[in-house]
C-alpha cells in the first residue's frame, strides 16, 4: 500500500508542477500578441490486478492527457475573414484618399473657371492687350494645374504599386514560414509544450497573411495546414512543407494583377485586393482626365486656327499634347489669339471668333467635367470609408469574441496558482504519510 501510495502521490506533484508550469506561461503571456492560453487535461492512471492484486482495474495516480490551447477554429477564421475584409478597405480609401488629394490640390477646377473668366472677359474689348495677356496667363495656369494633377496622380499609383509589391513579397515570405512551421508540427509530439508554440506561430501567421489576402485553411490531424489564397475555389498556396509563389504584372494603364505559378489569381480581401481596387479607379479617373485635356486642346485649337489675331495673321494653335501630363502652352504672346474671323484686318475689333472660341469650350464643359471627375473620386471614397466603418465594427466584435476565448484572465491564473500549489502540498503530504506508514510496518516486523 505505502508503494501505491507513493506512486500515487509522485503521479500527484508531476501533475501539480505541470499546472503550474502552464499557468506561469499563462501569466508571463498575458499581454503578448497572438498568445493562446494554455491549459492541462489530466487523466487517472489506471491497471489492471497483477501479483498479490484482485483482477479488477486499480487507480493508480493521475496523469498528463495533453495540453489544450483555449482557441476555437471557428472564431479564428471568423477573425481571419473580417480582418481581411478591413485591411482590403482599408488599403483601398488609403490609395483613394490619396487620388482625391492629388486631383484636388492641384487646383484644376479653379483654374478651368479662371481661364473660362478671362475669355468672357476679353469679349468687353478684344484689342485690350493687357486682357489678351491676362488670357495667355490663366491659360499657363491651367496647364499647370493639369500637369500638376496628371504627375500627382502618377505619384500616386506609384505609390500603390510599391505597396502591392511589397505586399506580394510577405506573402512568399509568409508561406514559406508556414510550410518550414508545418514541417516542424509533423515532428512535433501530441499535445506537448512545442507542439502548442507551433500551433501559436502557425495561427499567428495565419492571421497576417489574411492581412495582404483572403485565404482558405484546412488543418490536419497533426496541426499542419493547407492554404488557398483567393477564397476556397483559390490556388493552393501552402502544402505541407511546400509553398507556392505569386507574382504581380503591372498593365500599361498601371493597373495590377496577380498570380500564382503562373495560374491567374483573383483576390475580393486583403490589402491586396485593396490596392488592386485603387489602382484601377486611379486608371480611370485618369483616363477622365486626359480625355478632358484632350478635348481641351482639340476644340479650342481647331476654333483659335478658324480666325484671325490681332495682327491680322491667321490663327496658330494655343495648345498642345493629349494628356494631363504632356498638355503645353505653345502661345505667350496675347496678340496671337485669334479673336476675329478669318482674313480680318489688323487691329479688328471683330469678336466673332472669340465667340466661337467660348462656343467650342462650352460644348466641352471643362468646369462641369472636371466637376463629375471630383464627385466621383469623392463620392467613392465616401462610400468606401462607410463600408470601411461597418466592416471595423464586426471584426473588433470577431476579436474581442476570440480574445474572451484564449486571453488570459490574471484572476483565474491566481486562483489556478492557489489550487495548484495546494495540490503540490497536499501530494507531497501523501509521500509523507506512505513514507510513515512504511516506517511502521518495518517497525511492526
Known amino acids: 500500500m505505502a508503494s501505491d501510495l507513493l506512486s500515487i502521490a509522485r503521479s500527484g506533484v508531476q501533475a501539480a ?58 472564431r479564428q477564421a471568423e477573425v481571419r475573414r473580417t480582418g481581411s475584409d478591413v485591411a482590403r478597405a482599408s488599403a483601398e480609401v488609403s490609395g483613394l484618399e490619396n487620388i482625391e488629394s492629388a486631383i484636388e490640390k492641384s487646383g484644376v477646377y479653379e483654374a478651368i473657371v479662371d481661364f473660362e473668366s478671362s475669355l468672357q472677359q476679353l469679349t468687353q474689348d478684344p484689342v485690350d492687350t493687357s486682357l489678351r495677356a491676362s488670357v495667355i496667363e490663366k491659360a499657363r495656369t491651367m496647364v499647370g494645374t493639369f500637369q500638376i494633377a496628371g504627375q500627382e496622380m502618377d505619384a500616386a499609383g506609384e505609390g500603390l504599386r510599391f505597396q502591392a509589391t511589397d505586399g506580394v513579397t510577405q506573402v512568399n515570405r509568409i508561406a514559406q514560414e508556414l510550410a518550414r512551421t508545418n514541417t516542424r508540427l509533423a515532428r512535433a509530439s501530441d499535445a506537448s509544450s512545442d507542439q502548442t508554440a507551433l500551433l501559436d506561430q502557425r495561427d499567428a501567421l495565419l492571421e497576417e497573411l489574411s492581412g495582404y489576402a483572403n485565404i482558405a485553411t484546412t488543418f490536419g490531424t497533426d496541426g499542419q495546414v493547407a492554404v488557398k ?28 494583377s496577380f498570380d500564382v505559378g503562373g495560374t491567374p489569381l483573383t483576390l475580393a480581401g486583403g490589402s491586396l485586393a485593396g490596392q488592386q481596387l485603387a489602382l484601377t479607379k486611379n486608371a480611370q479617373l485618369k483616363t477622365d482626365l486626359d480625355d478632358l485635356v484632350d478635348n481641351i ?93 461597418a466592416l471595423q465594427t464586426i471584426a473588433d466584435t470577431a476579436k474581442i469574441s476570440l480574445s474572451a476565448q484564449s486571453g488570459v484572465d490574471l484572476d483565474q491564473e491566481a486562483v489556478n496558482l492557489v489550487r495548484y500549489q495546494q495540490a503540490f502540498q497536499a501530494s507531497g503530504k501523501v509521500m509523507q504519510v506512505a513514507s510513515d506508514i512504511f516506517d511502521t510496518l518495518l517497525g511492526i516486523g
Do not use: H
Open 17 to 74: 508542477k505541470i499546472g503550474l508550469d502552464l499557468t506561469a506561461q499563462n501569466i508571463a503571456n498575458a499581454s503578448s500578441t497572438g498568445y493562446v492560453r494554455r491549459s492541462a487535461n489530466f487523466r487517472e492512471v489506471a491497471s489492471t490486478g497483477g501479483a498479490m492484486r484482485i483482477g479488477d482495474l486499480s487507480l493508480s495516480g493521475v496523469r498528463l492527457d495533453g495540453v489544450v490551447r483555449n482557441a476555437d477554429a471557428f
Open 229 to 256: 489564397i483567393g477564397g476556397a475555389s483559390g490556388s493552393d498556396l501552402v502544402t505541407g512543407n511546400s509553398a507556392a509563389t505569386v507574382g504581380i504584372a503591372t498593365a500599361g494603364d498601371g493597373t495590377i
Open 297 to 389: 486642346v482639340t476644340d479650342f485649337n481647331a476654333a483659335q486656327t478658324g480666325g484671325s489675331d490681332l495682327d491680322g495673321n491667321p490663327g496658330v494653335a494655343l495648345f498642345s499634347g493629349s494628356t494631363a501630363a504632356t498638355m503645353t502652352l505653345v502661345v505667350e504672346d496675347g496678340r496671337k489669339i485669334a479673336t476675329a474671323s478669318a482674313g480680318a484686318v489688323a487691329g479688328s475689333r471683330d469678336a466673332s471668333n472669340l465667340t466661337a472660341i467660348r462656343t467650342a469650350l462650352a460644348g466641352v464643359d471643362p468646369a462641369g467635367t472636371m466637376d463629375a471627375i471630383l464627385f466621383d473620386v469623392s463620392g467613392t471614397l465616401a462610400g468606401r470609408n462607410v463600408t470601411l466603418g
